[in-house]
């Protein structure tokens, strides 16, 4: 370790640790980059809000995270890499404010070490998904920085910061409420630890001054925000959603067995990552010496995360023990992303044994006070895998320690050097934890998820079914599909790919028959193998799905969508018409030609949404069906526009003859020598006789 020390002196310059950080976003980019939806239907929710949604009908009150990623809609249908952007830039963004932290209790080159590794960890890997985990994991940091600068000039000025944010917080997540208790027991804390303090009033009556101007102050900020983003909606601290699970879980305190179980899991795992600052934590506790000698500010640090910890372990447990059982919900999942935004705490306290001029203590107290994580970690290296399950999403940081045996068994190990190690000299222990033990867990996590992520950037059935459907379809037709497969989380995949809050979905076991569909459904996109639906038409079919429209609704043979590719509308030929553009095409020459490959109804109406090009905006365009024709005025900004015919029923050729065909070269503005006349998005031919 000794070699180390003249090189970490180069993490002092700001332009090394910055440089770091950016590397770090770059990776983060780089390896979330083409990966599609991966936890639903949690990215379904939260894109639909935020994007999709108006504030005042959203039935989770994440105002702030909401307004920032409705941002996203400006990239159109890269939206998701946009997100992912923003949540990478999100939790490098932490790295200064737990530096800040860090730096209380170690010197600035392990302090900067720590801030890389707490963003560097498995944890990051949720920057890839559209949840509000990476700005919440910035926002608790922030938060913690201004709760102990309250800590360190116990000022009114610095308590009120620190209560405003963690207002703000509960319009990230909602989860930010179960803070509070913990945040209240260390105001407490903070008195009591300055009831020396000249002037000042009794430690109680200061601390229930300090715990009332919070309460009011956080409460004041989350109504006051919330009413200018939703009005009278915005008022409810949990919001529909979670106000309903409140209700429904209400009983959760009986199933204490199942909690106590849950936390048996929990115990082991945090013993196996932060075996030695659970030991360090236990000495601090027990060594009047060792709290003398680190001073207020690792007392303070110790009593935080313990508080913190605390808090949030507990209502994970018996939040756990209260859904176990509920759809794929069970008693052996360890839901750590409910706290692992902490674990940086840990590391923090490890670090602060680096480099403090510790007290000579004997090794026995030592010994005793690493007796119990030692033991959790040989306990857990046997008890934990056959009774729990974790996944990359619920704990990635346990997941990599535990995805392979063979490296479970060294990295437990490793766990185990360390904290004996530190029972001979806490400093060497402490370095083998943070410099050694850390990193390894840090990449092995990065290895194991990534690897498993891979498959995820490449587009399944329900993906290409759902960006098949969203391109084919209209706005308005998507509204009326129905996505029918036997597993609800594939299918808000599917959902999510549509992108439109209309759609429907219908959950059937496979290969049973479609029954019982609403009026107002017009397609389905069914994914799996399934009977056909009495009265339907397979208009489009995939391997693995197909599109079906129901009989008596306006046939697809009659929906024309620009913006598709040549060859991808079999129901329809079309002349002079350019090539397809984003939005859809121009028509080219005097007349455009479409032909059906079915007759038109007898009495029709056109809906179509075109704009005209040039001199031709304003002028009239003729549509001619048969002997029909009708004049229309097509204006220079795309409308909404619909024209009625009467016919013989036998035609099945629609044209339009363009008033002036005008290319860009001819009006100056680029070399482009097409004579365009109208550009259509979409043409459909609605039965009126229906």
Known sequence: MNLLRPRLKYLLHPGAFCLALLVLLLYMVMRDAGLYPTIMGDEWTYSSLSRLTPFRETIIPSYLYFSLYRLTNQCGDAFIGCSQLINAVLFVGAAPFIYLVARRVANAPVAAIVALLAVAGPANSYAGYYMPEAMYF????????????FFDRRSTRRLLCSAAVLGLMAMIKVHAMFLVP??????????????????????????????????????????????????????????????????????????????LANLRGHIMALGLLAGLPLAAMLLHAFTPALRGKHGEKSSALMAYTFLMMGALLGVTVLFTAAVSGHGAESNARLHMRYYDFLLPLLLILAGSHINHALPVLSWRRKAAAALIPAALIVYASVALIPAYSPNFIDSPALFGFTTKRGVFYVLSACALLALGYWVVSMRRGAQLFVFLLTPLLAVVGAHHINKLRAGFKEPDTFIKAGMFARDYLGAEDRARLVLVGEDPADLFKTRFMIDDTKVELKILPRGQAITDLPEHVRWLLVIGPYPAAPGTVTRVSHHGFKLVERAGAAPASYTVNFSLEDGAQDHVRMWGMSYREDWGRWSLGKTAYLEFARALPRQLRLNFEAAAYGPNAGQEFVFRIGAEERRIKVPGEYTKLSVEFATSGEEQLVMIEVPQPTSPQQLGQSQDSRPLGIGLKSIEVEDLAK
């Open 138 to 149: 910035c926002a608790f940091w922030a938060f913690s920085a201004l709760v102990f600068w």
């Open 182 to 259: 913990a945040y209240c027991a260390f105001l407490v804390y903070a008195a009591w630890a300055g009831r020396d303090d000249a002037g000042a009033p009794h430690w109680l009556r200061r601390a229930a001054t300090w715990v009332g101007l919070a309460l009011l102050t956080a409460l004041a900020v989350r109504m006051a925000v919330g009413y200018l983003f939703a009005g009278a909606h915005g008022l409810g601290l949990f919001g529909q959603m979670y106000g309903q699970q409140a209700s429904f879980h209400a009983d959760g305190f009986t199933r204490i067995r199942q909690a």
